[in-house]
């Protein structure tokens, strides 16, 4: 997993609640990425980090916000679940692979909000 | 229309057989293409890269890109059972390099 851990690895909670996400990594990469995954959807971007305190919105970013204190960690919070906010999450990192960016995925969280 | 499109599946093909996995993407300055594994209850893990038109073999696998088609390819020879997963296309948007754009999975069984 490229040196990539998150936490929880799975969290239930209720609807209106605060929820963070912690992804943790240990090689210095500079861009992190939160994703989540849905049946029918594939990956869809939330939020991603391009540096300590940079951060920007991608695709699907409502309802959530991120922070990024230091390198090593970037957190997801949904400041009030919702139902629809039931997905397996996913962070990565950016990694040169020859002479372009690829990226590599953490474990992944599975988060139901009842 | 999304960006990056790909049959959902599933698609079943009998062990040893050359199972085919396509997608088709909207953005014609894409420039780099990869193919995920991701097997169930997994997180996605690269297996293929192409940037360039024509073929590209890694063992088993061979990633095709066709540009002027907007079409990339991933076809697995000697299938195996252990292929059985779902297989995600991403692409680089034109503009910004360090972001993927995924299609949502071809679903794939290898039957034995």
């Known amino acids: 997993d490229a040196g990539i851990t998150q936490s929880p690895r799975h969290k239930v909670t209720e609807t209106g609640t605060p929820v963070t996400l912690r992804c943790h990594q240990t090689?210095?990469?500079?861009?992190m990425y939160w994703y989540r995954q849905d049946p029918g959807h594939g990956l869809r971007l939330i939020h991603y980090?391009?540096?300590?305190?940079?951060?920007d919105k991608g695709e699907v970013s409502d309802g959530y916000s991120v922070s990024r204190s230091k390198t090593e960690d970037f957190l997801l919070t949904l400041e009030s679940a919702t139902s629809s906010q039931t997905s397996v999450y996913f962070c990565?990192?950016?990694?040169?692979?020859?002479?372009?960016?690829?990226?590599?995925f953490g474990p992944g969280t599975r988060l139901l909000v009842l | 229309q999304k960006e990056v499109e790909q049959n959902s599946g599933p698609l079943s093909v009998p062990e040893g057989a050359i199972a085919s996995l396509n997608c088709t993407y909207s953005?014609?300055?894409?420039?780099?293409f990869f193919w995920y594994r991701q097997y169930s209850g997994k997180s996605p893990e690269l297996i293929m890269f192409?940037?360039?038109?024509g073929d590209k073999e890694d063992g088993r696998f061979t990633a095709q890109l066709n540009k002027a088609s907007q079409y990339v390819s991933l076809l697995i020879r000697d299938s195996q059972p252990s292929d059985s997963a779902t297989y995600l296309c991403?692409?680089?948007?034109?503009?910004?390099?360090?972001?993927?754009?995924f299609g949502s999975g071809t679903q794939l069984t290898v039957l034995p």
């Open positions: 990565a990192i950016s990694e040169r692979l020859g002479a372009e960016q690829t990226q590599y």
């Open positions: 090689e210095n990469h500079r861009y």
């Open positions: 980090s391009y540096g300590v305190k940079d951060t």
């Open positions: 953005d014609r300055g894409s420039q780099s």
């Open positions: 192409i940037y360039s038109n």
């Open positions: 991403a692409v680089v948007p034109s503009g910004s390099a360090r972001q993927l754009t």
